[in-house]
């Protein structure tokens, strides 16, 4: 009652708008048939991916989500800048959405571009609870294309995801099937000589980390659209025709790197933000982000979308064709990268200071120094030994890990650079082509979003863990034991990541946007999630418009399940706005 | 026949010429493609636009035979380039734009003149003069005569690295009356 | 009624308009602000073993948790059943707590119950498990029996990964005791060591994973001399067949 009649005055304050669409979706249960495997899942609108919602920019939309399920679900609105009890984030936004019940989400569009949505609940969202979403914008797009597709990618795996993060609790390692084994090490024998093999197992044995550990959860089938590599999703296109590729992906954990052999990819679009055109031949997609581009295929021949995980462990593949049934050829797997020591070079609670890495290779490291009673990583786990650890970190000198010789070690990566990845990481994408990989470094906003000015302040957050117990963390502190970070309307505040762990992290603020310093000032661009590799750090900008409270987090599902997650409450705001609110849900709660 | 042998002259004045051995300028073997105007034989004057990253308007319609002034103006905040040719030729352009990129001669919303001019040590230069094309800086003004000799498949375009890839070209179309002025030629 | 609660929303929206306090939002209530609740059950040998006595054994050794990171209830079982005598040679329960104190290592404190074919005891049970470097997977516990005797154990394993799904183990288990129970069998100093090298091939992710294996079983010292008194043997070759599991 008190709901509608505010809904009411509400109505009445808000001018007249043009546009307005409403739109009904469903929570399911669904079957996912992946060509590989069939499992239940979650779905929208009775299947899963869910529908590709098409907004316009300025509608006003009323979408209302009935919960067919037996459990409480949630709709996040990945990318979308709207009220934030509009965001769909259970326990941050609102209640949530109980069993059996509809929720109606309005909000207005503020924005155009290529964006998902996805479940906020439990493990809905890698059980098969997302879809796409286009919003077209206002006025003309600064591209052209004839015909555009969604490509929406995600990891499917055979397992319930409740099931996965079971098992990587249990044991961390029970789905890397990449792990090194007795025959690497007599290759490596064989390629560097004994000693060095040996030391360099040593070295890492030491740290009791796998350089194999670039994917925790393998054994999935990617899928394009809902469709695996053998059910083959394909896009017809004219032979001439420009097609914009709408490339979302939607994985758990999953990375990819996507090519379309044959075919050079401009990239016009990054997190639904125009980005400056850039011509790729290849492109690595985080989790959670999009990436827009347009081809033009000239020839009358099918073309293959490959998308490789960027452990290796598995892709999706679809096709571009003139005609329904054609098939391009469908490239093999890449051998697996492995990481490096440089991709170590966050964890600070090792010392670096003391591998006398410049003359002598590894023979100058003394472990047995290195050892603090069974937690030599202990900048991982500032939480059970603060006292001892810190004083000892401050004396580090991390400026000899710059002038350290990764020549002289083994697998000190492919020699390719990006100034997002450390430098010598194994980790550094190569195109199959042997041309252009896009770097972050090459996006620059198309149109700058806001006024470039100094930032108010810097927030640190470490991106932190712990492998062997798969817990992880932001400053060492998990989501269950923190407090909510919080910002004052009207700042712009500079984050600064450090990632201290050997895994990549796509960070997502929700609400506002993240402007990724990638050194080009006005022009850096803007973006939702953000992905932190190994021993990098990375800046990033907000302006903090968007009053109320907000998740903020890893998007690796079970990274974010175990920890890696924070709450961000915006305090203050301007006199009439969003925060009626919070005013609304507090009373509409007593009623 | 006098035709395409300027236009492989023009072509050779360019950088690309020398780079790129005159093949990939083959464009310009197939009749060519008209040639600079001279500003006497100006019948019409056409307005075209630049944004980010496209122009206004997105094709035009010409007659064999007929001299134009094209007025160009950069309302974008970002460097473009409006040329004049066919597609083949545009496709060939681009490395050399490319070059012209990553050398810091185009600098998103700047022009490098100095790096312009610098002689590359074989006695080239990263000079954009060709007579068919311009480069404007945001808010430039600048103005071609084109003299549209050959009925060929023709666009105009911005070949800085992704522009025309992403839609920023339009379409030269030649209206019916073309044979006339093609057989008074 | 209604026009109570309609004045009430109205002074709350005029508060708002001016304020937002952190007091007034929602608090985390979704299960996502409480720690990661699991359990898991893993039996690391479950296997049958053929002497060169042409001994006939049913062995083993498992555990069960339930918990969070920070806090764990474990089960920790192990059992040698001889199916000849129809008898148990070993029968062991632990009930144990476990929280972390190093990134790598665990500690856990709890009871163990020994209850095979003879004498029973309890034990009070403190032991540190975790991670060593270089892979070592360490368990290491001190008892203290209700005969007031001492001992202590110590467990290590290591795994070679021929290749990723064939994998070749050995552990190492060593007990010593710092005082004699002889009604048990049990003599002061090295009491015994069990070697195991057993290879196994993961059929179903990691949850079931059958095996061969050799395991040597050794006893030292005065513990040797009982076993001898009674008939029994003190040092036995085995060859066994079994599978690991783990969901």
């Given at each position: 009652m008190t709901r509608s009649l505010m809904a009411g005055v509400l109505g009445l304050l808000m001018p007249a708008l043009a546009l307005a669409g409403e739109y009904n979706i469903s929570v399911d249960r669904v079957i996912i048939d992946t060509g590989d495997f069939v499992k239940e899942g979650i779905g929208y609108n009775g299947s899963s991916p869910g529908p590709v919602l098409r907004f316009k920019e300025g509608e006003e939309v009323t979408i209302n989500v009935t919960n067919n399920l037996d459990e409480t679900t949630s709709i996040h609105w990945h990318g979308l800048i709207l009220p934030f009890d509009q965001d769909g984030v259970p326990g941050i936004s609102f209640a949530g959405i109980p069993a059996g019940e509809t929720f109606t989400y309005t909000f207005p569009v503020v924005q155009s571009g290529t964006y998902w949505f996805h479940s906020h609940s439990g493990f809905q969202e890698p059980n098969g609870a997302y879809g796409s979403i286009v919003i077209e914008p206002k006025g003309r797009e600064p591209f052209r294309y004839d015909r555009e597709y969604v490509v929406q990618l995600t990891d499917k795996h055979p397992h319930d995801a409740g099931r996965i993060m079971r098992n990587l609790k249990m044991m961390p390692d029970y789905y890397n099937r990449k792990q090194q084994t007795v025959g690497d090490f007599f290759s490596d024998v064989s390629e560097h000589g004994f000693m060095t093999a040996l030391s360099d197992r040593m070295a890492w044995g030491d740290m009791r980390m796998m350089k194999a550990d670039v994917e925790d959860v393998q054994g999935f089938t990617g899928l394009i659209n809902g469709k695996g590599p053998d059910q083959n999703w394909t896009g017809l296109f004219e032979p001439g025709e420009r097609i914009r590729l709408r490339f979302i992906n939607s994985s758990a954990m999953a990375y990819f790197d996507v090519r379309i052999p044959g075919l050079q990819m401009t990239v016009v679009q990054a997190d639904g933000n125009n980005v400056q055109p850039v011509n790729v031949d290849e492109f690595r997609i985080g989790v959670a982000e999009t990436y827009d581009v347009i081809v033009r295929p000239r020839t009358d021949e099918a073309f293959t979308i490959f998308a490789e995980s960027m452990g290796r462990s598995g892709y999706a593949r679809a096709t571009l064709a003139p005609r329904e049934g054609m098939e391009g050829p469908v490239p093999e797997l890449r051998d697996a990268p492995l990481l490096t020591m440089a991709d170590m070079g966050g964890m600070h609670g090792m010392d670096h200071g003391s591998m006398g890495m410049g003359e002598d290779g590894m023979s100058g490291m003394d472990h047995g120094d290195m050892d603090m009673g069974g937690d030599s990583m202990s900048g991982m786990d500032h939480g059970v030994m603060p006292e001892q650890e810190e004083p000892a970190m401050a004396g580090m000198d991390h400026s000899n890990m710059a002038g350290m010789d990764h020549g002289s070690m083994m697998m000190s990566g492919n020699g390719a650079e990006d100034p997002f990845y450390a430098k010598g990481s194994g980790l550094v994408p190569t195109a199959a082509s042997g041309g252009k990989f896009l770097s972050y470094a090459d996006l620059k906003a198309q149109k700058p979003l806001y006024e470039d000015r100094e930032p108010t302040r810097e927030i640190e957050l470490r991106l932190t863990g712990n492998m062997e117990r798969y817990s992880w963390s932001i400053n060492g502190i998990k989501y269950e034991d923190a407090d909510a970070i919080k910002l004052q309307y009207g700042e712009r505040v500079r984050f600064k990541f450090v990632n201290e762990t050997m895994m990549t992290h796509p960070m997502h603020l929700h609400g506002m946007w993240s402007i990724l310093d990638t050194g080009a000032g006005k022009w850096n661009p803007v973006k939702h999630t953000i992905s932190v590799q190994p021993g990098t750090t990375v800046y990033m900008e907000t302006e903090?418009?968007?009053?109320g409270q907000w998740a903020f987090h890893c998007h690796l599902s079970y990274h974010a399940a175990s920890g890696m997650f924070r709450k961000v409450i915006v305090e203050g705001g301007p006199e009439q706005g969003n925060t009626a609110g919070v005013e609304q849900e507090r009373v509409g709660g007593d009623v | 026949m006098k035709l395409s042998k300027f236009g492989v002259a023009v072509a050779a004045m360019s950088l690309s010429a020398a780079v790129f051995a005159g093949g990939t300028h083959g464009g310009g073997h197939d009749g060519g493609f008209g040639e600079a105007g001279k500003a006497e034989d100006v019948s019409r004057t056409i307005q075209v636009e630049m944004f980010d990253n496209y122009f206004e308007p997105e094709e035009i319609e010409v007659s064999q035979g007929e001299t134009v002034r094209f007025v160009i103006q950069n309302n974008g905040s970002l460097v473009h380039e409006f040329n004049i040719g066919t597609p083949k030729m545009h496709e060939a352009h681009q490395k050399e734009m490319m070059m012209m990129v990553e050398h810091g001669v185009i600098q998103g919303g700047k022009l490098n003149e100095e790096m312009m001019n610098m002689d590359m040590g074989n006695g080239h230069t990263m000079k954009h003069d060709d007579p068919n094309s311009v480069l404007l800086e945001p808010g430039q003004k600048k103005e071609i005569v084109w003299t549209f000799s050959a009925r060929t498949s023709m666009e105009f375009a911005c070949n800085v690295p992704g522009h025309y890839q992403s839609g920023m070209y339009g379409d030269v179309n030649f209206d019916a009356g073309a044979d006339a002025h093609a057989s008074a030629h | 009624m209604n026009n109570l609660k309609l004045s009430a929303l109205m002074l709350a929206v005029a508060l708002s308009a001016s304020q937002v306090m952190a007091s007034d939002m929602r608090l985390d209530d979704s299960g996502r602000k409480d720690a990661l609740r699991l359990w898991g059950v893993q039996f690391e040998e479950l296997e049958y073993r053929y002497s060169d006595d042409d001994e006939e054994l049913g062995v083993w050794n498992g555990d069960a948790f339930y918990g969070t990171d920070e806090l764990k209830l474990r089960w920790l079982g192990k059992g040698e059943y001889a199916i000849e005598e129809q008898a148990y040679e070993t029968l062991e329960n632990q009930l144990v707590l476990q929280t972390p104190i190093s990134t790598f290592f665990d500690a856990k404190a709890g009871v163990r119950f020994d209850t095979p074919e003879g004498p029973d005891r309890t034990y009070g049970v403190l032991g540190i498990t975790g991670l060593a470097p270089q892979w070592f997977e360490v368990d290491a516990n001190l008892y203290v029996s209700d005969e007031g005797d001492t001992s202590a154990g110590l467990d290590a394993e290591y795994e070679l990964l021929l290749t990723n799904h064939l994998i070749l183990s050995a552990a190492l288990d060593a007990t010593v005791a710092f005082s004699e129970d002889e009604e048990i069998g049990v003599g002061k100093g090295l009491v015994s060591t069990e070697t195991g090298l057993r290879l196994r091939y993961d059929l179903i992710d990691r949850a079931i994973s059958p095996y061969i294996g050799v395991v040597h079983e050794r006893k030292y010292g005065d513990t040797a001399d009982f076993a001898r008194a009674e008939g029994g043997s003190t040092e036995d070759w085995f060859a066994v067949i079994g599978t690991r599991i783990a969901f």
């Open positions: 903090v418009d968007a009053p | - | -």
